[in-house]
């Protein structure tokens, strides 16, 4: 049984940065794909991008903003996100993949959910 709890979230001003952690209790996750996931009020839970041991894929929405790294001795997968907007105040989530292809970003291929942490930009 895998837990993973996410932190850093907080308010930033449009044009700024966060870093976003994803942690994983019990576990070292070297060889398993994470992804990243936002949901805003009223709307679908959304990918963001996910890595596996070699690769990182993105959505369309926030490549060339947003980048994902692993730190696997301390079993924390990271989401880095510069020039934020507005339109990225979401709760995001981190999860790992239990099926299909990372690249898809399908919310149904992950689980072992995360309780989310709250990203506020202003504008």
């Known amino acids: 049984q895998v837990q993973l709890a996410e932190s850093g979230g907080g308010l930033v001003q449009a044009g700024g940065s966060l870093r976003l952690s994803c942690a994983a209790s019990?576990?070292?996750?070297?060889?398993?794909?994470i992804g990243w996931f936002r949901q805003a009020p009223g709307k679908e839970r959304e990918f963001v991008g996910a890595?596996?041991?070699?690769?990182?894929y993105y959505a369309d929405s926030v490549k060339g903003r947003f980048t994902i790294f692993r730190e696997n001795t301390k079993s924390t997968v990271y989401l880095q996100m510069n020039s934020l907007k507005p339109e990225d105040t979401a709760v995001y989530y981190c999860?790992?993949?239990?099926?299909?292809?990372?690249?898809?970003?399908?919310?149904?291929?992950?689980?072992?959910w995360g309780q989310g942490t709250q990203v506020t930009v202003s504008s």
């Open positions: 999860a790992l993949q239990k099926s299909g292809l990372a690249a898809q970003g399908l919310a149904s291929d992950f689980g072992s």
């Open positions: 019990g576990r070292a996750f070297s060889t398993y794909t």
């Open positions: 890595i596996t041991w070699n690769s990182g």
